[in-house]
């Protein structure tokens, strides 16, 4: 059975900081990953994906995200964050053949000035 | 434009009563799923439908049961509400496909068994 781990349930940065939040997969075959971004009160928007092809894929809001399949990880990241920002991440991984996805637990982001 | 919406945002029952949430999209997708979010849990799946007359069964789907009679709507079920259903509850959808489509998700409905 597919299972995502996101070790970090909270993380606070510094506005302008760098920013990465780890995500660990466990998937029998080549998985399809997902962060998707939850704003307080709000449903899930999908920021970026990876199916096959380049490891590091481009999102939305400036993110990206690393495939090392050595280490079963989809880790996101963003040079700068931005207020804005703040909002709770889930990664996610998919089963192709069924069109479903497992999530995290999420990690909640906090900025602070 | 297309849109996927959730009625009730917010309920507040008692236990033992029957509810149902409903689902609506606009995006004409096969694909329809219900998910609750849990502290500490994030999302899981309730049911899943791929289509018209067709529904799965989630990884907890115990208490809770969905009908499709159409495209556009897939109301979800709570037969008899139990304290441990308090939750935010959130449907999404995608297109049908050989290849995984991105799902779209509504705005979620707080329920709260008292």
């Known amino acids: 059975a597919q299972s995502v781990t996101q070790p970090d349930i909270h993380i606070t940065v510094s506005e302008g900081a760098s920013l990465e939040l780890r995500c660990n997969y466990s998937?029998?075959?080549?998985?399809?990953l997902f962060w998707y971004v939850q704003s307080p009160g709000q449903g899930l928007q999908l920021l970026l994906k990876?199916?096959?092809?380049?490891?590091l894929v481009q999102g939305i809001k400036g993110f990206e995200a690393e495939f090392k399949r050595s280490q079963s990880s989809f880790n996101l990241r963003k040079p700068s964050v931005h207020w804005s920002d703040a909002a709770e991440y889930f990664c996610?991984?998919?089963?192709?053949?069924?069109?479903?996805?497992?999530f995290g637990i999420g990690t909640k982001l906090q900025v602070i000035p | 434009d297309a849109e996927i919406t959730q009625s009730p945002r917010h309920k507040i029952t008692e236990t033992g009563r029957q509810v149902t949430l409903a689902c609506h999209q606009t995006?004409?997708?096969?694909?329809m799923f219900w998910y609750r979010q849990d502290l500490g849990h994030g999302l899981r799946l309730i049911h899943y439908?791929?289509?018209?007359?067709?529904?799965n069964k989630g990884e907890v789907s115990d208490g809770y049961s969905v009908s499709r009679s159409n495209t556009e709507d897939l109301p979800l079920t709570l037969e008899s509400a139990a304290s441990s259903q308090t939750s935010v509850y959130f449907c999404?959808?995608?297109?049908?496909?050989?290849?995984?489509?991105?799902?779209?998700f509504g705005p979620g409905t707080r329920l709260t068994v008292l």
């Open positions: 999404a959808s995608s297109a049908a496909g050989s290849s995984y489509n991105e799902q779209f």
């Open positions: 998937y029998g075959a080549t998985p399809y």
């Open positions: 990876y199916f096959s092809g380049d490891t």
């Open positions: 996610a991984v998919g089963a192709t053949s069924y069109q479903k996805v497992t």
């Open positions: 995006w004409n997708h096969n694909n």
């Open positions: 439908s791929y289509g018209v007359q067709d529904t």
